[in-house]
């Protein structure tokens, strides 16, 4: 149990940081690269969003399996307490900071609505797919019932427009569902640990590296298969794919960790992962409201930096020490733990 939550830990530690590095591909350099959509090209950003929200879902669904075991009223009231309300609280920020840079005269909840849809999306999607699958498990008792009606709300998610639900929300249902199945099928989270698989596993990651391609990023094309009234089967075939990829190399990432995990160089950077691990949300939210200060800085003294690695890793880092002091603060007040911290 112990080892199983360290090894949890220690991947969505790692994960943060990727969700950084990414952001940071995507806004670090200025409006002229963003714009462009350039960052599509990019390799190490192709690696990590074939499988990092995808794998942070797959690790969510796992955890709370355990949770999920409540009295279904305190199930559902500490996860709008300590998702919902971190949520709302980042949110409330990066809306304030949106609105502010627009020169915006008047509010209009619509716009609030629809910017909650886009940014912070993560905590949302976690929020809806445990409100989900509990009420479902809460109602439909028997096991051969709850899994057709979760058949019946995957089907739903790609038959409905991606304009009702957007697409990256309902792309992470499927992935809470093989967490939560994995965790009551086998109580562990299922890695490679014989080299030669990991060895094999890797080489398909590079493989996917190359044809992952604009069109399976779910941001651009979306997850409704019905096209112009009919069934579209290259959006079919896309999903399929898609949904291959992010198991695939979410797997790869986490065996190739505990692997690492067991030389003693890794090991010795390994306690302050899971210390990163231990505090993703907070790191989520800081983040977010962070790229949007950055990118927005950027366009409005028309900053275009050259491309490049360096920069990126610097905004990591920058970030990273950023949410450290903010949690260190953040944590000395009760009010600030319960509303940015998702804690007591």
Known sequence: MVNRDKNLDLYKGVLIILVILGHALQFGFGPQYRFSELFYDDFM??????????????????????????????????????????????????????????????????????????????LSSLLLNCMIVSSTVHFFKKRELVYLVFAFIFVLFHVLSDDIIPSHHKFMFFYFLVGYWCCNKFGVFFICNKVLLVSLLSLLFIFTLFIFDKELFVYGSGLCIIKEGRLSLQQLFIDIIRYVIGIVNGLCFCSVLVLLNKYRWFSKISDYLLHLGNNTLAIYGVQSIAFILISELLELHEVCIPYNYVIPIAWVIIVIIISELFILVSDKSKLCRFLFLGRK
Do not use: C, E
Not at 94 to 111: E, H, V
């Open 45 to 122: 950003f192709r690696a990590i969003y074939t499988f990092h929200m995808p794998l942070f879902m797959t690790i969510s669904g796992f955890l709370f399996y355990y949770s999920n075991s409540k009295n279904y009223q305190s199930v559902i009231l500490s996860k709008i307490k300590y998702i919902g309300i971190p949520f709302l609280s980042y949110f409330v920020i990066i809306y304030g900071l949106i609105f502010y840079f627009a020169n915006a005269d008047s509010f209009y909840f619509i716009d609030f609505i629809n910017k909650m849809r886009i940014n912070m999306w993560f």
